[in-house]
């Protein structure tokens, strides 16, 4: 075997094998800043790969404004937008510090961030609360309603999250998203279960820490309205399992996909943090009454780590309600489209099985050269947002990763290894 | 982390190379690669065949092909 | 349940139902409301739980009642905004049928057909071959993934750059598989024919040919002597050239070398070069079988005491079973269709290109020149001014972008109307290949070109290459040319030297 074959399949069984092998606890909630040392006065962190202001969609800047006022960094939302024309803030992909954040994706140093711990490397990863339904920053949304409920994360539900998650050991996910898988959940668009499961989970150490009777309830009832609760405590997982996957020399697998609204970003194990970007593609999809196609924000999100690891699309089997969106098929299309997942990834996760697959596990570890030899794009399930900010969430269905990143990224993999 | 020799779980074991399978004991059990009325001529005969949905490499991208070759394992 | 109406604006109307107790997955109802906002006269439709969110994407869209307003949790709202009223209970009781109706069943789900060679392998884990027949640009890439994959592999595909086929035959060498081809047509395994191969009869005659039509006339001629074929595989018209040095064969002849079910060995090919002829029969020299070996038209060479070289498929399969074609009943007579005076020349019309040889060494063995787009030694390249000409329609310079003739017999027809209405021409021959995956009935087709003919015509000779077996029964395809008034042939051979008897006949 040559040289360049044995080291891309070494590199590969080891990438395969730490993201395998991670163990996953969600730990902690504390203060973005108190997480990340290097978010300070101005600094904004936002989903997918690096984006300038003037590139930004109108969702994006509805929430830049918006935090920038939440953070009081400006009077109000005329003046925060003025202020990031003129290059007052650093904007900077939420990956580069161990972060992810949905749609928007907006991590600033005072809002709460869950902290979920990879006990089998050690590393941790982070990502915000989830706002809701309706209209939230997330989706672009920047009014007082918006502002003052992230006031209430940040006051209220953040600090008590933390304090009954540090007075427990902390809730282990790897079973929890397997309990899941086999009641329907997919993890990106389905999260009912799992959001269930965890309030089970924290019930009890939430009821026990905290003494405010009243304050509990608007804790529970928060919680317990949102089914897609666990989507960010998902997305953390992701970024602690695909962290330590980074720069294995000669290594194929995808350790991050995401966007930003205007670009799609992929990172590859052997080739380090650069991204290899394209334009997005829009969602297809179903949409609410009064809705349509036309009212679409392009793709945006850090959401994707989530098909990085083998759950969302790539878990479609699992939740076969979610193929019956537009562009998916029926939903008897949904073990197909789990099947031809796995012909672009390397291995199946044995600890997450689909019981609709004779308990096949997910299929893991996307490897860009199967992506380009066989021209099957990675397939997303994500919500779809409007493209005016604040509006919220106008539908659902499915969005493709675009093979020019992948195309281009393996370009570079073979400059990298000598062979072109 | 511990050094690969050994596949991790869940990617399809190579075939041993020193006890190649035989081409001739039993009925051939085939996989087909192109061209649909072989695999359905074989499927008339009650013959074990499966059809690839085959398509070009790297969407026919023939520099994309050869990069790939290159790097496969 | 109960229904509500409003007056929305525009004089459209606002009609909400309240089911309770109904839970229903949210995507299903989103697919339900799409099907409603299409019936005609619906400007828009929804059918929603009536959670407080829910309700808010309702009002906000212009959907809600007075009645819906009032709808919980557990409720099921149906949200129309109609023409008319009429409109909207046509809506309604869609929206009933919707909700009834059973889910599609798995009708709809076609059975996964894995998009490549690995995942084929993972669901059929005991697979023991790959047929390759992808445009001949990727077929060595394709072949060398099922070599990785621990499979042999037979290379139906063309085209494939000769320095591939080398690579790929060496590799395969090192892993102990056979790759059979390129260019390979015919495979017969444990009497499953693959590809362009006939239903023949099993036996304990192995073959082994550099050519598919050559199998398959020495196959079918085996079956109709009584004898019958263990396999049959091929290795490509390349094989045996000095570049390739028989590298498959040579692997053939291992295989068939330690089968049991194998008594003697066929092997059939145009001559190869003195070295890789010598390393061919060095393997035979060491077997403990018989061999035939058809070198078509090959020179004696000194053979090991094991083998007889036959210079025509015709003689390979008659030594091979020991019986002779001319001791069955003969299936011609002198017919009464003789060419006119004026007429001399033959033109035989090939689809395979072995046939094609085999009949120019006919024509060598009667000391009678003869042209060929694909000539044997000894034999003229061909000329517009050539005399005698047997064509090989399956050549490249005939096939590029167009049909093999064995698969479309229309690419003959032309040739054929041609030839039959040439003064000059006395007799046309021709092959006619059945079996797998050739034409269903190439008889028929001839037939009607036939009908169409000038009754002042050339005789026309054939053979039909198959077996009553195959799916267009030897004997029908026969029945049918003998109806045309065809002159037939019990095989390619004789054939040709019918149609060298017609032409004696004329003087």
Same mark, same amino acid.
Request: glycine share 10%.
């Given at each position: 075997?040559? *040289? ?9 069984? %080891? ?11 969600? #730990?902690?909630? +504390? ?19 690096? #984006? ?11 929430? /830049? ?12 939302? *005329? ?6 024309? $003129? ?12 972060? /992810? ?14 902290? /979920? ?10 990502? @915000? ?16 309603? +918006?502002?003052? $409920?992230?006031?209430?994360?940040? *006051? ?12 427990? %050991? ?21 999260? +009912? ?16 820490t905290c003494g405010d009777r009243a304050i509990l309830t608007t804790i529970l009832s928060f919680i317990a309205s949102n089914d897609q609760f666990f989507l960010n405590i998902a997305m953390a997982m992701g970024k602690a399992i695909t962290d330590p996957v980074r720069d294995i020399k000669g290594a194929s697998v995808v350790t991050a996909m995401s966007r930003n609204g205007t670009d799609f970003g992929i990172r590859v194990s052997g080739l380090g943090d650069e991204w290899f ?29 989530? %098909? ?17 969106? /537009? ?9 197909? #489209? ?5 012909? #672009? @990834? ?35 399930? @994500?919500?779809?947002?409007?493209? %005016? ?29 000598? +062979?072109? | ?73 | ?44 439709? !929804? ?49 009933? &049928? ?44 394709? !072949? ?56 023949v009869s099993r036996g304990d005659i192995g073959l082994i040919g550099a050519s598919g039509t050559g199998i398959q006339e020495v196959s079918s001629l085996i079956t109709r002597l009584g004898g019958g074929v263990s396999h049959a595989l091929g290795v490509g018209g390349r094989d045996l050239s000095d570049a390739v040095g028989g590298s498959s064969m040579l692997a053939a002849l291992k295989l068939l070398n330690n089968d049991p079910g194998t008594r003697h060995v066929v092997l ?76 001399? &020349? ?72 041609? !030839? ?32 169409k003919a000038s009754p002042d015509r050339p005789v026309v000779v054939a053979s039909v290459t198959g077996t009553k077996r195959d799916p267009q029964d030897r004997d029908a395809q026969a029945s049918i040319l003998r109806g045309a008034g065809v002159l037939m042939a019990p095989s390619n051979a004789d054939a040709a030297r019918l149609a060298l008897a017609c032409l004696s006949l004329i003087d």
């Amino acid at each position: 075997m040559s *040289d360049v074959r044995q080291v891309l399949r070494e590199a590969n069984a %080891e990438a395969v094998h730490r993201m395998l092998a991670a163990e996953p606890v969600l #730990i902690d909630v +504390v203060a973005a800043a108190d997480a990340i040392p290097e978010l300070g006065e101005g600094m904004i962190l936002h989903a997918g790969p690096p #984006i300038s202001w003037e590139r930004m969609c109108g969702p994006m800047r509805g929430a /830049v404004a918006g935090i920038a006022v939440f953070e009081g960094w400006a009077n109000d939302l *005329d003046a925060a937008a003025a202020l990031a024309a $003129r290059g007052a803030f650093q904007f900077r992909p939420n990956h580069d510090f161990a972060a /992810v954040g949905p749609m928007t994706g907006m991590t600033t140093a005072s809002q709460p961030v869950m902290v /979920v711990e990879n006990q089998a490397s050690g590393n941790r990863a982070f990502c @915000t609360i989830n706002e809701g339904l309706g209209k939230v920053m997330r989706f672009g949304g920047n009014d007082a309603s +918006v502002l003052t $409920r992230l006031a209430w994360l940040r *006051d209220v539900l953040g600090p008590a999250l933390g304090t009954a998650l540090r007075s427990s %050991e902390g809730i282990e996910l790897k079973s929890l998203v397997a309990r899941g898988l086999t009641m329907g959940d997919e993890m990106h668009q389905r999260n +009912v279960a799992c959001s269930s499961l965890l309030l089970r989970s924290l019930a009890a150490a939430l009821a026990s820490t905290c003494g405010d009777r009243a304050i509990l309830t608007t804790i529970l009832s928060f919680i317990a309205s949102n089914d897609q609760f666990f989507l960010n405590i998902a997305m953390a997982m992701g970024k602690a399992i695909t962290d330590p996957v980074r720069d294995i020399k000669g290594a194929s697998v995808v350790t991050a996909m995401s966007r930003n609204g205007t670009d799609f970003g992929i990172r590859v194990s052997g080739l380090g943090d650069e991204w290899f970007t394209a334009p997005v593609e829009m969602p297809d999809g179903l949409y609410f009454p009064g809705f349509s196609a036309a009212d679409a924000n392009p793709d945006m999100g850090d959401s994707t780590i989530i %098909e990085t690891i083998g759950l969302g699309g790539f878990a479609m089997a699992a939740a076969p309600a979610v193929a019956g969106f /537009v562009g998916a098929g029926a939903p008897s299309n949904a073990a197909q #489209i789990t099947h031809t997942m796995r012909e #672009i @990834t390397l291995a199946e996760n044995p600890e997450w099985t689909i019981p609709a697959l004779d308990y096949q596990g997910v299929p893991t570890a996307i490897d860009i050269r199967r992506v380009v030899e066989t021209g099957i794009a990675p397939m997303i399930n @994500t919500g779809i947002a409007h493209r %005016e900010p604040g509006v919220g969430q106008v539908g659902a269905g499915v969005v493709r990763a675009p093979l020019a990143c992948f195309e281009s990224a393996l370009w570079a993999l073979g400059k990298r290894l000598g +062979v072109t | 982390m511990s050094k690969t020799s050994e596949l991790p779980p869940g990617q399809s074991p190579q075939r041993v190379k020193d006890t190649p399978v035989s081409l001739i004991q039993g009925s051939p059990r085939v996989i087909n690669v192109g061209l649909s009325g072989f695999a359905e001529a074989l499927a008339a005969q009650g013959v074990a065949v499966i059809q690839v949905d085959w398509s070009p490499p790297a969407r026919g991208d023939a520099d994309l092909a050869t990069l790939l070759s290159k790097l496969s394992d | 349940m109960g229904v509500g109406k409003a007056t929305g604006c525009d004089m459209s109307v606002v009609f909400n139902q309240v089911r309770t107790g109904v839970f229903l997955d949210s995507v299903v109802l989103m697919r339900i409301s799409r099907e409603l906002a299409d019936l005609e006269g619906i400007e828009e439709a !929804a059918l929603m739980i009536g959670t407080p969110s829910n309700l808010a994407i309702l009002e906000r869209a212009g959907l809600l009642s007075e009645l819906g307003r009032q709808a919980g949790g557990g409720d099921l709202v149906l949200a129309v905004r109609a023409r008319d009223a009429a409109t909207a209970e046509i809506a309604a009781t869609e929206a009933e &049928r919707a909700l009834e109706r059973p889910s599609r069943t798995g009708s709809q789900a076609e059975t996964w057909q894995p998009r490549t060679l690995r995942s084929a392998c993972s669901v059929m884990t005991d697979a023991n071959f790959a047929l390759v027949s992808v445009p001949g640009d990727f077929a060595a890439a394709e !072949a060398r993934k099922a070599l990785r994959l621990g499979l042999h592999v037979m290379i139906f595909s063309d085209n494939v750059p000769l320095e591939e086929e080398v690579a790929l035959k060496r590799e395969a060498t090192e892993a102990g598989l056979l790759v059979m081809g390129p260019d390979c047509g015919t495979v017969i395994i444990g009497g499953v024919p693959l590809a362009f191969a006939n239903q023949v009869s099993r036996g304990d005659i192995g073959l082994i040919g550099a050519s598919g039509t050559g199998i398959q006339e020495v196959s079918s001629l085996i079956t109709r002597l009584g004898g019958g074929v263990s396999h049959a595989l091929g290795v490509g018209g390349r094989d045996l050239s000095d570049a390739v040095g028989g590298s498959s064969m040579l692997a053939a002849l291992k295989l068939l070398n330690n089968d049991p079910g194998t008594r003697h060995v066929v092997l059939i090919s145009k001559p190869p070069s003195t070295a890789v002829a010598k390393s061919i029969l060095t393997e035979v020299a060491a077997s403990d079988k018989t061999f035939s070996i058809c070198f078509i038209g090959a020179a004696p060479l000194s053979l090991p005491s094991n083998a007889t070289l036959l210079r025509t498929l015709k003689a390979a399969a008659e030594h091979a079973v020991g019986t002779s074609i001319n001791a069955v009943a003969k299936e011609w007579g002198e017919g009464s269709v003789l060419p006119g005076a004026g007429r001399s &020349r033959i033109v035989g019309l090939f689809c395979g290109g072995t046939l094609a040889a085999e009949a120019q060494v006919v024509f060598i063995d009667e000391a009678v020149s003869v042209a060929s787009n694909a000539p044997i030694p000894g034999v003229s390249q061909l000329v517009a001014a050539s005399h005698h000409v047997l064509v090989d329609l399956g050549d490249d310079s005939y096939t590029r972008g167009r049909p093999h003739p064995m698969i479309d017999p229309t690419v003959r027809e032309g040739e054929l109307v041609r !030839a039959l209405g040439d003064p000059t021409v006395a007799v046309v021959l021709l092959d006619v290949v059945i079996g797998h995956g050739a034409h269903v009935n190439p008889a028929s087709a001839i037939a009607r070109v036939l009908c169409k003919a000038s009754p002042d015509r050339p005789v026309v000779v054939a053979s039909v290459t198959g077996t009553k077996r195959d799916p267009q029964d030897r004997d029908a395809q026969a029945s049918i040319l003998r109806g045309a008034g065809v002159l037939m042939a019990p095989s390619n051979a004789d054939a040709a030297r019918l149609a060298l008897a017609c032409l004696s006949l004329i003087d």
